[in-house]
């Protein structure tokens, strides 16, 4: 009885720890320029927490620009959601950086974000925690010269 509820949950977690490593490690699995092109009304939808203040932000992040959250600068370069009839699961290709005294910077994260597993492919900063929510397709406006 015991092993019916935990293989599910252990497989699961392998599934998605294979899939983050996988698309780490491929240089293929890196979204393509024309991918990231198609995604330009795809939103990300972050949580980052400081954990010296306990504060914890919501960020909407539209993929190809980039927000600053404390000393990081986060860009989302790429993100996508299952369709609704599949296991739900949302990823997202971030590069993140840290901005340093003298205003230099240092790449602290690029990679793969699952929003099932934050703790697969999470963001390893002493101060700062950032985690992937989900994708959010954003309605173009009148202005919109893309449309």
Known sequence: MLKNKI???LLGGFIALHSAV???ENPEAIPSDAEMATSHNVSVL?????KITARITEVELPVGDEKSFGTLII?????RSRPPQEA???FAY???????VGGTRERIFDGWMLASSPAVSALEHPVYDVWVIGCKTVEPSEDDPNT
């Open 46 to 50: 972050l949580r980052a927490l400081d």
């Open 22 to 24: 996988f698309a780490q």
């Open 94 to 100: 971030l590069e993140i950086e840290d901005v340093k």
């Open 88 to 90: 739900p699961e949302s």
């Open 75 to 79: 860009k989302a370069r790429y993100c």
């Open 7 to 9: 293989l599910p949950i």
